[in-house]
């Protein structure tokens, strides 16, 4: 079975930047477009980047859009997302997947921003 590991969280003040990482047991991001989502507490899971098989096409949630780049590296199964001027509202678990129907989510990792 599948497994996703997310990684790269953690505490940072208002403006700072982290870099997030989430690693695939196998070889199933060589096949499949990444998105990375967010849940904030208390707020459904939402859509945050996605990155295309062969990471030529990104699309951006409106809110992250400029301060986020999703990235992949297929030889690693891992995708990247590197986040900059980071606002209390990004504030959330993050997690990767390429098919929640099917795939279970892993652990995610967690985001805190605050001064």
């Known amino acids: 079975q599948v497994q996703l590991v997310e990684s790269g969280g953690g505490l940072v003040q208002p403006g700072g930047s982290l870099r997030l990482s989430c690693a695939a047991s196998g070889s199933i991001f060589t096949f499949y477009a990444v998105v990375w989502y967010r849940q904030a507490p208390g707020k459904q899971r939402e859509l945050v980047a996605t990155i295309t098989t062969s990471g030529g096409r990104t699309n951006y949630a409106d809110s992250v859009k400029g301060r986020f780049t999703i990235s992949r590296d297929n030889a690693k199964n891992t995708v990247y997302l590197q986040m900059n001027n980071l606002k209390p509202e990004d504030t959330a678990v993050y997690y990767c997947?390429?098919?929640?129907?099917?795939?279970?989510w892993g652990q995610g990792t967690q985001v805190t921003v605050s001064s």
């Open positions: 997947n390429t098919d929640p129907i099917t795939i279970p």
